[in-house]
């Protein structure tokens, strides 16, 4: 009887593993290798960016809409990806870019060159997101948590969830990547710890009419106690994060 719960096991842990290169589609593999994004190649194993896009299950010729992109990291794999038939629409709410703005005038300086010229970089007010065409993907990492928090005035995500439901193509992608607070905390740690309860995201984004779609462990981490800081040294860079995949119908 050992042997079928042994085999059974192994099967379990196949399937919970990440995503290897090797694994990725054909377009994602390609702007992961791309030489215009070699700095960001090193700290690939840490973000799991080109394993997030095949989740994201974006492709050549999209138009996707990154919600407060930081750096850019994912916006450039998300650029070379869609190619130039596709469209990236990198969009800050003012509250966040007044905070940001390094990041956001060193994107908008990047979008003007080649290859990043299907990057637009645009700034709204917090609680109106808009987009010029529809789209077929929307992505945030690690920014959900914020909405609700004091600096951003205090937005019930639920105006986030059905801004981004108007935002999206029939059948298009809401993908939502953000550091797990305790389970039941609900929005609790959001302007402290920098943390949401997985599970009141997933409630409010259900509410707003998507369909839950999957989840990846690519960036859990179970040693991560969930009370912490994310930006505490001890923590910091790996924190237990949720990605969740939800569909417009």
């Known amino acids: 009887m050992k042997r079928p719960i042994l085999l059974l096991a192994a099967m379990a842990l196949t399937l919970a593993a990440p995503?290897?290169?090797?694994?990725?589609?054909a377009p994602v593999a390609a702007a992961a290798a791309d030489p215009a994004r070699a700095a960001d190649r090193a700290i690939d194993a840490r973000r799991r960016g080109p394993e997030l896009m095949a989740f994201a299950r974006v492709k050549r010729g999209d138009k996707v809409l990154e919600l407060i992109p930081g750096s850019g990291y994912f916006t450039r794999l998300f650029s070379r990806i869609v190619g130039p038939r596709g469209h990236v629409y990198a969009i800050w709410p003012q509250p966040?870019?007044?905070e940001a703005v390094p990041d956001v005038n060193a994107l908008k300086a990047a979008s003007a060159k080649a290859p990043w010229t299907n990057v637009s970089v645009m700034v709204e007010p917090a609680a109106?997101?808009?987009?010029?065409?529809?789209?077929d993907v929307v992505f945030t990492s690690q920014n959900y948590h914020d909405y609700p928090d004091k600096f951003m005035g205090r937005i019930?995500?639920?105006?986030?969830?059905r801004a981004v439901y108007k935002a999206l193509k029939p059948g298009g992608y809401y993908i939502i990547v953000d550091h797990a607070a305790e389970a039941g905390s609900g929005m609790r740690d959001t302007d402290t710890l920098h943390r949401i309860d997985p599970q009141i995201v997933k409630a409010q984004v259900l509410a707003?009419?998507?369909?839950?779609?999957?989840?990846?462990q690519l960036l859990r981490n179970p040693a991560d106690s969930h009370k912490l800081l994310v930006f505490n040294p001890a923590i910091r860079g790996r924190t237990d994060q949720f990605i969740y995949r939800f569909r417009k119908p």
């Open 156 to 161: 019930d995500p639920m105006v986030l969830n």
């Open 19 to 25: 995503a290897l290169a090797a694994d990725l589609p």
């Open 208 to 216: 707003a009419g998507f369909r839950f779609d999957g989840e990846s």
């Open 96 to 98: 966040y870019a007044d």
């Open 128 to 135: 109106l997101l808009t987009v010029p065409e529809p789209v």
